[in-house]
C-alpha cells in the first residue's frame, strides 16, 4: 500500500505533482492549502495561550486551537481522498464499452465516481470556509506579533476554495444528473462568496494591526 502523501516528505510531493501523474492534482493541492492556512491559525492561538497579556480570552483561544487543529485534519484526510476518487474515475472510464450493456454499467460506474469525485473538493472548499472564519477570531484576539499569519492563514483558505470550485466545476461538466449540478455549484458560490468577504475583513483588519 502506498504511503499516504500527508505522511511523506513535502519534496516527494511536489516531485510528484511536477510529473504527469494525474495525481496528486489540483484539488489535493487545494486540500494542502487549506491545512496549512489552518496550521496557521493554530499557530497564532498556540502563540497566545499562556500569555498574560491576552489572559481574558485564554478560553476562546482553547477553543479556536481545538477547531483549528480539527479542521486541518479533516483536509489532510481529504488530500488523500481527492486521489483515491480521481483514481475510481480512472477505473471506470477503462471499463470496456463494445456491447449496449457494456455501456450501460460504464456510464453508471462513471457517474458514481464523478458524483463522488466532484464531493470531495466541494468538502474541500467548505472547510476552507472553516478555516477563514478562524482566521477571523485568530486576527481578532490573537497574539498580535502573529497577527500576519491570520492574514496568510485567510489568503490561504480563499485560494483553497477557489482552487476546490475548479475541481467541482470539471466533474460537474460530466455529470448527468442536472439537480445534482445545481445544488452543488449553489453551494459552491455560497462559500466562494463568503471566503472573499472574511479575506476582504481579515486583510484590512491585519494591515491595520500592522499599523
Not at 467548505?126 to 497577527?147: C, D, K, M, W
Request: proline residues 2%; charged residues 25%.
Amino acid at each position: 500500500m502506498a504511503v499516504p502523501y500527508v505522511d511523506g516528505s513535502i519534496r516527494a510531493f511536489l516531485d510528484k505533482l511536477a510529473t504527469s501523474s494525474p495525481e496528486p492534482g489540483g484539488g489535493s493541492v487545494a486540500a494542502l492549502t487549506g491545512a496549512l492556512g489552518a496550521g496557521l491559525v493554530s499557530m497564532v492561538a498556540a502563540l497566545t495561550i499562556g500569555k498574560e497579556k491576552y489572559a481574558g480570552v485564554q478560553d476562546r483561544i482553547e477553543v479556536l486551537l481545538g477547531e483549528a487543529e480539527a479542521v486541518r485534519v479533516s483536509l489532510q484526510e481529504l488530500l488523500q481522498r481527492d486521489t483515491e476518487v480521481y483514481g475510481a474515475v480512472s477505473e471506470a472510464m477503462k471499463l470496456p464499452r463494445e456491447t449496449e450493456e457494456q455501456k450501460s454499467v460504464r456510464d453508471a460506474r462513471m457517474q458514481t465516481a464523478l458524483r463522488e469525485a466532484a464531493r470531495v473538493p466541494l468538502a474541500i472548499g467548505e472547510h476552507s470556509l472553516r478555516v477563514a472564519r478562524l482566521s477571523v477570531t485568530a486576527a481578532e484576539i490573537g497574539n498580535v506579533n502573529a497577527v500576519s499569519d491570520a492574514g496568510v492563514a485567510v489568503l490561504l483558505a480563499e485560494a483553497a476554495a477557489q482552487s476546490a470550485a475548479l475541481n467541482v466545476k470539471i466533474n460537474l461538466g460530466w455529470i448527468s444528473d442536472a439537480e445534482f449540478n445545481r445544488s452543488s455549484w449553489d453551494r459552491v458560490e455560497a462559500v466562494l462568496a463568503e471566503t472573499a468577504r472574511l479575506r476582504a475583513q481579515v486583510v484590512a483588519m491585519t494591515y491595520e494591526k500592522l499599523g
